[in-house]
């Protein structure tokens, strides 16, 4: 049996937080597919070519997983892919308040995938992109909270 799972996400920029997901997703399943997409409600940094790099790189050790880009529908590009397991990384109550809902209508279109749920480690709660951007924006260290190449992708981003 091959288990194939599936973590999408914009990774934009791609965090501690977002790695931890991905090295504790990869030990569920034969193989996880890490799917870099877009998301029309966030404002990009970074280009889709440039987080599959990032991601590509920061996952380089990571025997089993890919890393792909994809623009459809979640359930879609599961099947594209088979992939019978999606992989979800949860800092707090907001964020599976979202997520179940998320999980609800991806079962409505494809009940043959399921949704795992990982609970984000306590030192990592607080990570998200978003506000990893905000920090950058305003001068502020991100070093903490992002692989080491990729605070020097968003300074450099950045133009500092």
């Known amino acids: 049996m091959n288990r194939i799972g599936v973590y999408p996400g914009t990774f934009d920029p791609l965090t501690l937080g977002h790695m931890d997901i991905i090295r504790r997703g990869a030990k569920l399943v034969d193989r996880l597919i890490v799917g870099v997409t877009t998301n029309a409600s966030k404002t990009a940094m970074f280009t889709v070519e440039e987080r599959l790099a990032t991601v590509r790189r920061e996952t380089a050790g990571i025997g089993q997983v890919e890393v792909v880009s994809f623009d459809s529908l979640l359930m879609?590009?599961?099947?594209?892919?088979?992939?019978?397991?999606?992989?979800?990384?949860?800092?707090?109550?907001?964020?599976f308040e979202y997520e179940y809902q998320l999980t609800g209508m991806n079962r409505q279109l494809n009940d043959r995938v399921e949704?795992?749920?990982?609970?984000?480690?306590?030192?990592?709660?607080?990570?998200a992109s978003r506000l990893v951007k905000e920090i950058a924006i305003y001068g502020g260290a991100i070093?903490?909270?992002v692989p080491a190449?990729?605070?020097a992708e968003v300074r450099a981003k950045l133009g500092r």
């Not at 590009?77 to 949860?90: E, K, N």
């Not at 949704?115 to 990570?127: G, H, K, R, S, Y």
């Open 76 to 95: 879609d590009f599961a099947d594209s892919v088979g992939a019978t397991t999606v992989v979800r990384g949860i800092r707090g109550v907001t964020d």
């Open 143 to 145: 070093g903490k909270f």
């Open 115 to 127: 949704t795992i749920f990982l609970m984000a480690d306590v030192a990592l709660q607080p990570i």
């Open 149 to 151: 190449a990729v605070d």
